[in-house]
């Protein structure tokens, strides 16, 4: 079932975005070479927990797995759900990080993909690209359109590159739960899935890959990779379908202030 919600929910969501986009920002002064992917993951517990909070990810059941970190990190041809852990970031990585915040009765969820130093102009413009892609697809995210537009805009654009948008992996309804319905996938027809109702709150999150769609999955379960073993790219922001525009309830100009004063990341 689809949950529309009221406006007063809305502003929840996206005060919580905020938090959330804070937190991203607070890891990305963190990210340079020699750090640990666990160090970041404990910077974003406190600073969710410091913010009266609890991390959407953490303790998040599928079947009878239970997922033990606020953060998926993921790091070059990890497209998500990477595990935090002994990985030392190097110069010439790309990593995404996935983070949720919970507060109030709902969640908010948001990626971010950065570049650590000197990368390849391939791996570059597709960091470029895939986000671009994020933002055609909010603009489909307007009542009256449907699913399919929203995957139509991303995969149109970055196979348009020659890239490999994942398929078994998907956008989804952000509410009470962290998933819930509908699917928003990164690809399909212009008219086709549901249709879209002014307060509906999805995930938009395009995950794309620099060669074949395919993926495999590790045996921890949760890491998922790139099955040529190319770098893979994602961005997300959770947005509110309007009437005439969505309205976007995460954001990432907390990380974009930082990103400018950076020596280390790249500025996509």
Known sequence: MIYLKTPQELAIIQANGEILGKCHAEVAKAIQPGVSTLALDKIAYQFIKDHEAHPSFLN????????????CIS??????????????LKEGDIISIDAGVYKHGFHADSAYTY???QVGKDVESLLTRTKESLYLGIKQAVAGKRIGDIGSAVQTYTEGFGYGVVRELVGHGVGKNLHESPEVPNYGRRGDGPKLKEGMVIA???MVNLGKRQITVDKDGWTIRTADRKASAHFEHTVAVGKNEALQLTTFSYIEEVLKTSTILLNI
């Open 115 to 117: 570049a650590i130093g």
């Open 60 to 71: 998040y059941q599928v079947g009878d797995k239970k997922y033990a970190y606020s953060l």
């Open 204 to 206: 938009i999150e395009p």
């Open 75 to 88: 790091v070059n041809d990890v497209v998500v759900h990477g595990l935090p852990g002994s990985l030392e």
